[in-house]
C-alpha cells in the first residue's frame, strides 16, 4: 500500500464559529514539510474520509523563515510551518500530525490568525529611528560590537511565538509580549534612536508593558530565531529603574 | 481644497520606498498589500545591496563603473540613463539606510563592512548578514509606520489589487481591491497608482519566490492597457536547495565570501566529498573564468552548473541534478557573516554546512522583465529628476516600480543590484508623481463621478461571485502545478523553439482548461481557494507573455539562451588564427545585436499579447560583446574596438 502522512487539522469556518477537527492524508515523500503537506490538500479538497470539503486556510509566505506568515501549533508547540519537516515530526512524535491555529490571537479562519495587536504595539513604543528627512546626510558611525549585539534583535520577523508561548499573554493583562520590548531596546540601543528612549521607557511602564512580565522564560525558548529576549527584558527592566528614579528625582 | 491621494499597491522595498517619500513631500497615501507589508517578498533577499563606497573608489571604482558592470552583466539591453542614475545614487541610498537604522555589518574601526558579489571585481556590497533584504524591507518598515502614526499613511493590508479605475481619457484614477478576509470590493479613488507588486516566479511552479509573487498584478494592469517588456528575461539563480515546495535561495554571498562550487571529476563518485582530494575534484567556474572565478554573472553561473550536471553527467546525486557549494574551508568569522542562510540550509536539510559541502542547483530567482515604464533623460544622460514621466507605465497616472518594472537589469540581474533598483526606483518616482499631482490638480479623482468607480467596482465583484459559484471539473492547483512544469522544462536555462512551441500548445490547453476550473469554496469569507484560482488566469496571461517573446527572440543574450542561435566563440590557438577567428565572432555578434538588440513589448489584445520592439538608448556606453573569461579576451576587444571605429553596418 502507498505510504500516507495524516493530519488532524484544527478548523473554524468563522471568528464567531466553533471549532473542530478534521483529518487528511496525502501521499508521503521524502523532504516534505508541513506546508507541501498543506498544498496537497488544498488540491485534493477532501477529508481522508472522502468528504468534499473546502480547503484549509493558512498563511504562507517566504517558506524559508524569515517572514513569519506560516507560524502555527504544530504537534503542541508554536513554529513555522515552512520548517516544520515531515520527516522530523514524524520521529519525534509518532504518526498523527497535529495542526492548530495560535490561540492568542483571534481566528480568521482555520489555521489563519489576526496578529495586528503585534504591530499596534510596535507603533506604541515606537520602533523606528526618528530621522530628520529621506536626504542625503552623513551616516552614524557605529561599532563592531554595538552592530553585533544589535543585529540579532533586528530579525524578529513579528512572528508571534513568543507571545502563543508566555502565559502573561492574555486578555486580562493586556501584556504587549517580548517581541516588542526587545524591539524598543533595539531603538534605544540606536545613536538616533536614543533620543526617544524615554517615550519607549513611558510606554513600556504603562498596562499591559514590562510589569506584566512574569518571567516564565517561554518567550527565548520558543523564538525561531534564538533572539535573546529575555536578556532584551532583563535590560529594559534595569533601564526603566534607572528611568523611574532619575523621573522621580527631578521631580 | 481637494485632497490629492496616491495609492501604493505593494509594502516591499520599493513600495515602502515610495511611500515614505510621497508622506515626507506631504502627500497622502494608501498602501494596499496582499500580506502585512513586513512580511513582503523583499525579506527573502539575502547578500546585500550594490553602491560604490569609500573603499572600493580607493582601488579606481567610481559610479560610472558601477554603471558599466551593470550594463555589461545585462547584456546592454537596459536603457542607460536610469541605469546611471541608480548608480550615481547608490552611495546616498546606502547612506540612508544607514540613518534609518539598518543594522549593516561593520569593520572593528566601526565602518560598513562591504563583500564581492558577482559580475563585478570591486567590494561593492553593503550587508547585514545574510539577511539584508529583510533588514532594510523592516526599516523601512518601521519608516512607514512612522506616517502612519502620523496619519499621512493609511494602511490596507490583507488588500488584493483587482485592477486600476481608468476614466473616459484612459487616464487611471484609482484602483479595485478586494479584502481577502470579508471578501468586500470596492474602489479607491485616487490620483495616481504605483504597482510596486514584485515579480512572477510561480508561473514557474517552484521557484524562490515568495507564495504571493504570481505576478498577477502586473497581468490584471497589462489587461488594462499597460505594455509589459522584456518578459522573456527571468534570472534564474545558480544556487538554491531543491525543495518538494520551492527552491530556496541559497545567497550569492556565500561565494562573495569564498565558497567554492565543484563536482567529483569522476561521474557517479560516491564518496564522502570531504574524502575526495582537491586533484580529484573540478572547480569548474574557477577552471573556465579564472578571473572572476565563482563570481561570474549569474547567467553564466547557472549555464555551466546545468551543462555539468545534464551534459557531463557530474551531478553529486544519484537522480537528481545538484553540485557542491562548499563553504567548509572558511574560518568562522566568515561562517558568521553567513549565519541566516547557513541556517536555512540547515533547518531544511538536516546537514550543517559550515562542515559538509552544500548540494544546491538552479532555480527561477527574478524577472528582469516586467511593466513597461517611461522615463525622461537629463541632459547630463542620467534621469531628469523630479519629471512626472519616470516610471510611469502605458496608462497615464499608472505607475510601476521595484521588480514588477523592467527598466533596470537589461538580459541579467547583477547580484546585490535589485534592492538598490527597487529602493531607488521607489524614492525617485515621488518627486515625479509630486509633479504629476500638481498638474493633474484640475482633475481630482474625488471630483469624479461616483458612478465611475462603483460602476468599476461592480465589474470586478461580479467576476469573483461567478467564480466563486462556479461548478467545474478542473483543480486549479493541479493545472498550477502543470503550468509551472512546462514553462520550467522549456523557457528557462536552456531555450529550444521547438521546445517553446510545445509549451504554447500546453498553454492553449491550460487556458482550455481554466474555463472549467470548479470552485471548492463558495464562502464569503477569507476565500483562498477562488483568490488563488483567479491568479492563475494572470499567470497565464503573462506565461504566454513570456513564452512567446522567448520564441520571437532568436538569439543568445543574458539570461536568454537557445543554442541553436548562439555564436560559438573562438577557441583560441595562434594569435593569427585567433584574430580571425575573432573578427567572425565580432561581426556575429554585431549582427546580432543590429537584429535583437532592442526591446520587447507585449501589449494585450483579446487574441493573445500582441509583439512590437523598442530601440534601446545606448547611447553613453557603446555595446560590447561579453568575454567574461573567454580565450584571448583581450584580442576580442581589441578586434571589437578596431570594428566600431570603421564605420558603416556590419558585413553580412
Known amino acids: 500500500m502507498e505510504r500516507t502522512v ?3 487539522i484544527r478548523r473554524q469556518d468563522r471568528p464567531d464559529g466553533p471549532s473542530y477537527w478534521q483529518r487528511f492524508e496525502i501521499p508521503y515523500q521524502p523532504q516534505l514539510n508541513v506546508i507541501s503537506c498543506l498544498q496537497a490538500i488544498a488540491e485534493l479538497g477532501r477529508t481522508a474520509d472522502g468528504e468534499r470539503v473546502a480547503p484549509v486556510a493558512w498563511e504562507c509566505g517566504c517558506l524559508e523563515e524569515v517572514c513569519g506568515s506560516c507560524t502555527m501549533v504544530i504537534n503542541g508547540r508554536v513554529r513555522q510551518a515552512c520548517t516544520a519537516l515531515v520527516d522530523e515530526l514524524l520521529a519525534a512524535d509518532g504518526e498523527v500530525i497535529r495542526l492548530e491555529p495560535m490561540t492568542k490571537f483571534p481566528v480568521v479562519r482555520d489555521l489563519v490568525v489576526d496578529r495586528g495587536r503585534m504591530f499596534e504595539a510596535l507603533k506604541r513604543v515606537r520602533a523606528w529611528v526618528p530621522v530628520d528627512g529621506y536626504y542625503d546626510l552623513p551616516t552614524p558611525r557605529i561599532e563592531q560590537a554595538a552592530q553585533q549585539e544589535s543585529y540579532p ?17 492574555n486578555e486580562h493583562t493586556g501584556f504587549i509580549g517580548a517581541a516588542a520590548i526587545s524591539q524598543a531596546m533595539l531603538f534605544n540601543q540606536h545613536p538616533v534612536g536614543r533620543t526617544e528612549a524615554e517615550a519607549r521607557y513611558r510606554a513600556l511602564m504603562a498596562k499591559g508593558g514590562i510589569g506584566e512580565c512574569g518571567n516564565a522564560q517561554n518567550c527565548v525558548k520558543v523564538c525561531p530565531k534564538n533572539i535573546p529576549l529575555t536578556d532584551s527584558i532583563a535590560r529594559a527592566g534595569r533601564a526603566l529603574t534607572f528611568y523611574a528614579i532619575k523621573h522621580y528625582l527631578d521631580k | 481644497m481637494v485632497e490629492q491621494r496616491v495609492i501604493v499597491v505593494g509594502g516591499g522595498l520599493a513600495g515602502l520606498s515610495a511611500t515614505m517619500k510621497l508622506a ?25 545591496i550594490n553602491a560604490v563606497n569609500a573603499i572600493t573608489r580607493q582601488e579606481g571604482d567610481n559610479e560610472y563603473r558601477h554603471f558599466d558592470d551593470t550594463v555589461y552583466g545585462g547584456d546592454f539591453l537596459q536603457h542607460q540613463p536610469p541605469v546611471k542614475e541608480m548608480c550615481d545614487w547608490g552611495p546616498r541610498i546606502v547612506d540612508l539606510m544607514d540613518r534609518l537604522g539598518v543594522m549593516f555589518n561593520r569593520t572593528p574601526e566601526g565602518f560598513r563592512d562591504q563583500r564581492r558579489f558577482g559580475g563585478t571585481l570591486f567590494r561593492r556590497t553593503a550587508f547585514a548578514g545574510a539577511t539584508t533584504g529583510q533588514q532594510l524591507l523592516y526599516t523601512l518598515d518601521e519608516q512607514v509606520r512612522r506616517w ?11 488588500w488584493e489589487f483587482l485592477g486600476p479605475v481608468l476614466d473616459d481619457d484612459g487616464v487611471c484614477r484609482g484602483a479595485v481591491a478586494q479584502n481577502l478576509t470579508s471578501m468586500e470590493v470596492r474602489a479607491f479613488p485616487a490620483d495616481a497608482v504605483i504597482l510596486a507588486t514584485g515579480g512572477c516566479g510561480l508561473i514557474f511552479g517552484k521557484s524562490t519566490m515568495s507564495m504571493m509573487c504570481t505576478g498577477a498584478a502586473a497581468a490584471r494592469a497589462f489587461r488594462a492597457g499597460a505594455r509589459y517588456a522584456n518578459g522573456e528575461f527571468v534570472q534564474v539563480h545558480p544556487t538554491a536547495i531543491p525543495g518538494a515546495d520551492k527552491h530556496r535561495l541559497m545567497s550569492e554571498s556565500a561565494r562573495g565570501e569564498g565558497g567554492r562550487v565543484w563536482v567529483p571529476a569522476r561521474p557517479g563518485d560516491t564518496r564522502d566529498p570531504l574524502a575526495i582530494p582537491p586533484s580529484e575534484r573540478r572547480y569548474f567556474l574557477e577552471e573556465k573564468y579564472p578571473k572572476y572565478g565563482n563570481l561570474v554573472p549569474r547567467d553564466i553561473a547557472t549555464r555551466e552548473i546545468f551543462n555539468i550536471c545534464v551534459n557531463e553527467g557530474l551531478s553529486v546525486q544519484r537522480g537528481e541534478y545538484c553540485v557542491y557549494l562548499d563553504l567548509t574551508e572558511l574560518p568562522p568569522e566568515r561562517h558568521r557573516k553567513l549565519e541566516g542562510i ?4 540547515q533547518k531544511f536539510r538536516g546537514v550543517d554546512p559550515r562542515t559538509v559541502p552544500m548540494k544546491i542547483f538552479p532555480a527561477v530567482h527574478y524577472s528582469m522583465g516586467g511593466l513597461w515604464v517611461d522615463y525622461e533623460r537629463s541632459p547630463s544622460g542620467g534621469l531628469a529628476a523630479g519629471s512626472p514621466r519616470n516610471q510611469m507605465t502605458a496608462i497615464p497616472g499608472l505607475y510601476a516600480i521595484g521588480e514588477a518594472d523592467y527598466q533596470y537589469h537589461g538580459a541579467n540581474r ?4 535589485s534592492l538598490l533598483s527597487c529602493i531607488f526606483s521607489g524614492l525617485f518616482c515621488a518627486p515625479g508623481i509630486d509633479r504629476y499631482l ?10 469624479l463621478s461616483a458612478r465611475l468607480f462603483e460602476s468599476a467596482a461592480a465589474t470586478h465583484r461580479e467576476q469573483f461571485r461567478l467564480m466563486a459559484g462556479r461548478f467545474g471539473t478542473e483543480n486549479p492547483y493541479t493545472l498550477h502545478r502543470e503550468l509551472g512544469q512546462t514553462m520550467t522544462r522549456n523557457v528557462t536555462v536552456v531555450r529550444t523553439n521547438a521546445g517553446i512551441r510545445e509549451t504554447l500548445a500546453r498553454l492553449d490547453e491550460l487556458e482550455d482548461r481554466y474555463r472549467r476550473v470548479g470552485s471548492a469554496d463558495g464562502g464569503g469569507w477569507a476565500n483562498q481557494n477562488v483568490v488563488f484560482a483567479r491568479s492563475l488566469g494572470d499567470m497565464l496571461t503573462l506565461a504566454r507573455v513570456i513564452a512567446e517573446g522567448a520564441l ?7 539570461a536568454h539562451y537557445k543554442p541553436e542561435f548562439a555564436v560559438p566563440p573562438p577557441k583560441g590557438g595562434d594569435p593569427v588564427t585567433l584574430r580571425a577567428e575573432a573578427l567572425r565572432w565580432c561581426q556575429a555578434v554585431r549582427r546580432q545585436n543590429e537584429r535583437w538588440l532592442k526591446t520587447t513589448i507585449a501589449e494585450f489584445t483579446p487574441d493573445g499579447p500582441a509583439f512590437s520592439y523598442e530601440p534601446v538608448d545606448t547611447s553613453l556606453i557603446p555595446p560590447r560583446p561579453r568575454t567574461y573569461g573567454m580565450v584571448g579576451a583581450e584580442i576580442i576587444e581589441e578586434v571589437w574596438n578596431q570594428m566600431q571605429t570603421q564605420a558603416g553596418p556590419a558585413p553580412r
Open chain 2, 148 to 158: 502612519e502614526v502620523m496619519g499621512r499613511v493609511r494602511k490596507f493590508e490583507g
Open chain 2, 414 to 417: 547583477l547580484g546585490a543590484n
Open chain 2, 24 to 48: 515626507e513631500l506631504g502627500r497622502p497615501v494608501d498602501l494596499l498589500s496582499l500580506v502585512p507589508v513586513k512580511r513582503s517578498h523583499s525579506v527573502c533577499a539575502q547578500g546585500g
Open chain 2, 342 to 345: 547557513l541556517e536555512i540550509y
Open chain 2, 438 to 447: 500638481a498638474d493633474a490638480l484640475k482633475r481630482s479623482a474625488t471630483d
Open chain 2, 552 to 558: 520571437r527572440r532568436d538569439e543568445c543574450r543574458g
Open chain 1, 153 to 169: 534583535l533586528t530579525r524578529c520577523m513579528t512572528c508571534g511565538c513568543c507571545l502563543e508561548a508566555c502565559p502573561q499573554v
Open chain 1, 6 to 8: 495524516t493530519l488532524q
